[in-house]
């Protein structure tokens, strides 16, 4: 079965103040890891893919990392605006392509 | 170009009432998803249409929960016989073909039953 776990379930920052979100997962073959950031009262919002050991993307303050059994969001010098709640999920290679997500971290950057 | 839309954005019922929760996916896109978020837990699967094939029912959690998809487009996710467990926000996702590709969520359904 495919499982998902994030760490630390809750993190606040001080504006400015770096740090990294940990998303391990257990999956028969992966086909892809997807990041989302979810607003209060809103849907996911989608920010990332990632679908091999190594692959890195960026944008703007984010930057999502992939090795064979974790994923890595970093968050450089966050903003306020940079709050909410950061979502990863899988996607195994086999079967249908359902996501399997974590129950994510709740990001609060203080000014 | 427009989102995936969901209507209505939040439902109250009563136990034991049927509701219907309605998707819009984006236009194009072939592959149409449900899931369920509850309180403290994280998003969890439903069902998966993808095109015109046999959709994947294997996450719905009882008999009471049904869904179909019309003309390939859009989705009506049914709930019969509601319970108090049932609450959560219901979110509808969509993608260009299905496998590998970006799901992109509508803002969800947030259903109450008292």
């Known amino acids: 079965e495919d499982q998902v776990t994030q760490s630390p379930e809750a993190l606040r920052l001080q504006e400015g103040e770096s740090s990294s979100l940990n998303c391990s997962y257990t999956v028969s073959g992966l086909r892809g890891l997807f990041w989302y950031r979810q607003d209060p009262g809103k849907g996911p919002e989608f920010l990332f893919t990632?679908?091999?050991a190594g692959e890195e993307k960026e944008k703007e303050r984010l930057k999502a990392t992939l090795t064979k059994k974790e994923s890595f969001l970093h968050i450089t010098a966050p903003k306020p605006e940079d709050s909410a709640t950061y979502l990863c999920?899988?996607?195994?290679?086999?079967?249908?392509?359902?996501?399997?997500f974590g129950k994510g971290t709740m990001l609060l950057v203080s000014p | 170009g427009a989102g995936v839309s969901q209507s209505p954005s939040n439902k109250v019922t009563e136990k034991g009432k049927d509701v219907e929760l309605r998707c819009d996916p984006i236009?194009?896109?072939?592959?149409l998803y449900w899931y369920r978020q509850s309180l403290g837990q994280g998003l969890e699967f439903l069902i998966y249409f993808q095109g015109n094939s046999a959709p994947d029912k294997s996450g719905l959690p009882s008999d009471r929960f049904s869904a179909e998809r019309t003309g390939g487009s859009v989705s009506t996710l049914t709930i019969q016989r509601t319970q108090q467990e049932d609450s959560a926000v219901y979110l509808c996702?969509?993608?260009?073909?299905?496998?590998?590709?970006?799901?992109?969520f509508g803002p969800g359904t947030r259903l109450t039953v008292l």
């Open positions: 990632l679908y091999s």
């Open positions: 996702a969509s993608s260009q073909t299905g496998v590998g590709d970006t799901q992109y």
């Open positions: 999920a899988v996607q195994a290679n086999s079967g249908y392509s359902t996501l399997t």
């Open positions: 236009s194009g896109h072939t592959a």
